[in-house]
């Protein structure tokens, strides 16, 4: 996971708390954002088992494909 620091002009002795604000709220930002992203791969790869099979074969998937991909891990 990346992190984002970034330097303040501040004056001397608070140096520390504003960067460590900093750090957190870029931290709890992109672990949200990764988060967000995994929730919709995972709706994504469960709505393919609702598909028939027409409409698989329209995309270039077959059945077995689909179940394959919805059982992949979450953070996959």
Not at 17 to 30: G, I, M, R
Not at 55 to 63: A, E, F, T
Request: glycine share 2%.
């Amino acid at each position: 996971m990346a992190t984002i620091k970034t330097n303040y002009q501040t004056p001397k002795g608070l140096d520390h708390d504003l960067e460590q604000t900093c750090d957190s709220a870029f931290s709890v930002t992109s672990r949200m954002a990764w988060l967000e992203r995994q929730v919709k791969k995972r709706r994504s790869r469960k709505a393919l088992l609702e598909l028939s099979d027409d409409l698989l074969r329209d995309i270039g998937r077959s059945r077995f494909e689909a179940s394959r991909e919805a059982r992949r891990r979450f953070a996959d």
